[in-house]
Nanobody, 123 residues
Framework: QVQLVESGGGLVQAGGSLRLSCAASGRTISSYVMGWFRQAPGKEREFVTAIRWSDSNRYYGDSVAGRFTISRDNAKNTVYLQMTSLKPEDTAVYYC????????????????WGQGTQVTVSS
């Protein structure tokens, strides 16, 4: 069993920055690709970014590339999402995810979800 606990959400002004954390636990956590998805009200859940534990290879969704950075601390089993140049359209609940397939951007490939953390960007 894998557990994912997000933290770091909140309210920020447009142009600002925020860092989310995802603490992962479970014996098999290293076998998954760690990622972030987000879901805004009335919209489908959207892929944000993902990273591999073993070599830090990562990939990003088009809407956040160049503004968001994913990283991981293997010693702490924690994944981070550094968000910069935030826009009102980044407002959403952000979910930490453990994917079963590197390169995937699909919710159906997520094996475990965190509970989500709200990020609100004011204009």
């Amino acid at each position: 069993q894998v557990q994912l606990v997000e933290s770091g959400g909140g309210l920020v002004q447009a142009g600002g920055s925020l860092r989310l954390s995802c603490a992962a636990s479970g014996r098999t956590i290293s076998s998954y690709v760690m990622g972030w998805f987000r879901q805004a009200p009335g919209k489908e859940r959207e892929f944000v970014t993902a990273i591999r534990w073993s070599d830090s290879n990562r990939y990003y969704g088009d809407s956040v590339a160049g503004r968001f950075t994913i990283s991981r601390d293997n010693a702490k089993n924690t994944v981070y999402l550094q968000m910069t140049s935030l826009k009102p359209e980044d407002t959403a609940v952000y979910y930490c995810a453990a994917l079963g397939l590197y390169g995937s951007r699909r919710s159906k490939d997520v094996r475990y979800w965190g509970q989500g953390t709200q990020v609100t960007v004011s204009s």
